[in-house]
Structures are given as C-alpha cells and as structure tokens.
C-alpha cells in the first residue's frame, strides 16, 4: 500500500501536521474506527485535557491492533472536541503522537455526549 499526500497550491498551506489530500493505492483492507473517547477500562475519566486526549489517542491505537494496522495506517482522522480553547493543545498531542503521519484531519467543536469527556476521536484506516 501506498499513501501519497498532496494540498493544491490554490488554497491555504494547512497548519499543524495534517494533508488536504491523501491518496491510497494499493490498498487491501479499509477501516473506520468509531468514536474514541478518554476513558479507560476502569472508567476514571482524566481530568485535564492533555491526558484525556492522550487516552484517545491510546484507546484510537489499541482499536487499530486489533486488525493488525497501526497509527501509521490512518488516513482520515476527525476530532471532536468540546471547546475551542482545546485546539493548541491537541494539536501539539497530535503531533507528539502521529509523529510524521499527516493524515486527512477535520477538527469540530461540538457538544460531545459525556460532558466529562473534553474530546473524541475516530479516524479511517488502509492497510
């Protein structure tokens, strides 16, 4: 499998380690990874922000094994977040997570079920 990434010259450079586009080849397996939300077999829920995003992302890798693919497989991601003031910080976990891996991102701001919960994830993966 092969992921090439591209962003039109047309259109603002994206800011903070994503793709505009990410284009698949060769690829066998295709998977959606429902929602993740930061909270962990025990039920405690963080909480901060930082350790409750670094949850989800955990609990996002721990889905992904479970078919064998990593976080190197994603290729969409969408974060929802419960307010604005989140955004630098989850940027910077993204990064520190992903690492090189710029996937396609949407981050929304919106009202997430648990009001405990200050963020959830899901994401789209190839292999």
């Known amino acids: 499998m092969q992921i090439r990434k591209f962003s039109s010259d047309r ?3 994206p800011i903070g380690g994503y793709a505009q586009v990410c284009e698949v080849s060769g690829a066998q397996r295709m998977v959606f990874v429902s929602g993740q939300i930061p909270q ?3 039920g405690e829920v963080p909480q ?3 350790a409750q995003c670094r949850l989800a992302w ?3 890798e721990a889905q992904l094994a479970t ?3 990593t976080l190197a497989n ?3 991601v969408t974060t929802y977040l419960s307010d604005r003031k989140y955004r630098v910080p989850n940027r910077a976990i993204r990064a520190e997570v992903l690492g090189n891996n710029e996937p396609a991102l949407t981050v929304i701001i919106a009202g997430i ?3 405990n919960w200050l963020l959830e994830i899901e ?3 190839m292999a």
């Open 11 to 13: 259109v603002a450079a």
């Open 40 to 42: 962990p077999l025990t």
């Open 48 to 50: 901060d922000f930082d």
């Open 58 to 60: 955990r609990n996002v």
């Open 67 to 69: 078919v064998d693919m």
């Open 74 to 76: 994603l290729v969409k």
């Open 113 to 115: 079920m648990d009001e």
């Open 123 to 125: 994401a789209v993966a």
